[in-house]
């Protein structure tokens, strides 16, 4: 017999539900590159183990993360134990990154410990943090935020620990 409904997570329905509880989470920010989601980039689910390699957490909450498009695209199915998982109680963007004010690029928070250094660079290599996009995109985040200092939060602007 053939139940009558049945479940599908990729279901409009379901999906928009997920993401919509994730996004609360995160603050409606990615996961790995901490920008707002749906500003420059449409909002994505990511797997954090992805689902080829891990087929049992594919749906496993634990598993899931809001993610913006370019991270997503750059991620793909790519994993390794050294990457940032955003859900641990110490997680903090700037724990482990800074950004160069000249060039717009991610690197390792030099005052991070040597681990902690090399989770980040696995992060930036995996999530593709430093594309020329993504690079020309906080540099122009700046500006907005120089041109418009003194009338909005830094929090109101993606790439928030750039700014500051």
């Known amino acids: ?5 049945s479940f599908s997570w990729r279901s409009p329905r379901c999906y928009v539900a997920i993401l919509a509880e994730l996004l609360v989470m995160s603050g409606d920010r990615c996961s790995y590159c901490d920008g707002f989601i749906g500003i420059e980039s449409r909002q ?3 797997h954090f183990r992805p689902k080829g390699p ?7 909450w634990r598993n899931l993360f809001p993610a913006c498009d370019q991270c997503q695209s750059a991620k793909l199915e790519k994993y390794h134990p050294k990457l940032l998982r955003p859900d641990r109680a110490n997680y903090h963007f700037d724990r482990y990154f800074i950004c160069d004010f000249a060039t717009g690029q991610v690197s390792p928070n ?10 980040a660079e696995k992060t930036i290599e995996i999530c593709g943090l430093n594309s020329t996009a993504r690079n020309k995109a906080r540099l122009r985040e700046r500006r907005k935020w120089l041109a418009a200092a003194g009338a909005m939060a830094v929090d109101e602007f993606n790439y928030r620990h750039f700014l500051v």
Not at 1 to 5: E, L, Q, S, V
Not at 110 to 119: E, F, K, L, T, W
């Open 1 to 5: 017999m053939i139940p009558k409904r």
């Open 44 to 46: 994505t689910i990511d």
């Open 54 to 60: 891990f087929p049992a957490l594919a749906y496993s």
């Open 110 to 119: 030099p005052g991070a410990s040597i681990h902690d250094q090399a989770r």
